[in-house]
Structure formats: C-alpha cells, structure tokens
C-alpha cells in the first residue's frame, strides 16, 4: 500500500498550488482519501477529503472557498487546488486513506480514522 503526494513547493501569499495524491495497493474506491496538515509543535489538522467512490467532499471552515479536492478514478489519484493561499497555509501537507468511502464527513473525518497515510509535503507560503 502507498500513498504518494506530489506538488508542494514556494509560493506566494495570494498564490495558488495543486497537489496530488497517487494511491497503490488497494482498491481506491473503497476509501476515503483526504488531507491532513501539520506544523512542528502544533497539532495535525484535517484539511479535506473525498470519497472517489461517489465524490462526497468535506473541508475545514478555514479553507472553504479556496481549496477544491477532486479525484480521478482512473489514476487513482486525488487533486487538491488550493488558491489564495495565506502564510498561514505554510504546512507539512499529508494524504492518507481511511476505510469505508463513508468516512469523508464532517463528524468522522479524522486522522484516527486513517489507514494509510502518505510521507507529506511541505508548502510554504512566503513572499
């Protein structure tokens, strides 16, 4: 099994970046993927996710608006925009996928309910 993001890098406040995740060793549809995030001395937040299986979405408040999460089936693969980033955004960005497809709400979208977590990716957010 493996999770592997991509797309992290420098921006700029105002900016936007895509990240991806590629998921390996199980059937993606039977998941949910979503994204979690992390800076040194705080604790992990839930960003977003997704159900690839019938596209339920969720996001944190702080992010509605400027980050989309999408999924391509046939990649087995899932997309997050993110537009008007602030320096606040600046994170270790982690995917992870958690069994069943269900998961993807508000009330159980958790990192406790994660199975499989990727390495991360860090994004900065900097002018």
């Known amino acids: 099994v493996q999770l592997v993001e991509s797309g992290g890098g420098l921006v700029q406040p105002g900016g936007s970046l895509t990240l991806s995740c590629t998921a390996s060793?199980?059937?993606?549809?039977?998941?949910?993927i979503g994204w979690f995030r992390q800076v040194p001395g705080k604790e992990r937040e839930r960003v977003t996710c997704?159900?690839?299986?019938?596209?339920?979405?969720y996001y944190t408040d702080s992010v509605k608006g400027r980050f989309t999460i999408s999924s391509d089936n046939s990649k087995n693969t899932v997309y997050r925009r993110m537009n008007r980033l602030r320096p606040e955004d600046t994170s270790v960005y982690y995917c992870?996928?958690?069994?069943?497809?269900?998961?993807?709400?508000?009330?159980?979208?958790?990192?406790?309910?994660?199975?499989?977590w990727g390495r991360g990716t860090l994004v900065t957010v900097s002018s």
């Open positions: 992870a996928a958690g069994e069943p497809p269900g998961v993807c709400t508000e009330a159980m979208f958790a990192d406790y309910a994660m199975n499989y």
């Open positions: 997704i159900s690839p299986l019938d596209h339920t979405t």
């Open positions: 060793g199980f059937n993606f549809q039977d998941y949910a």
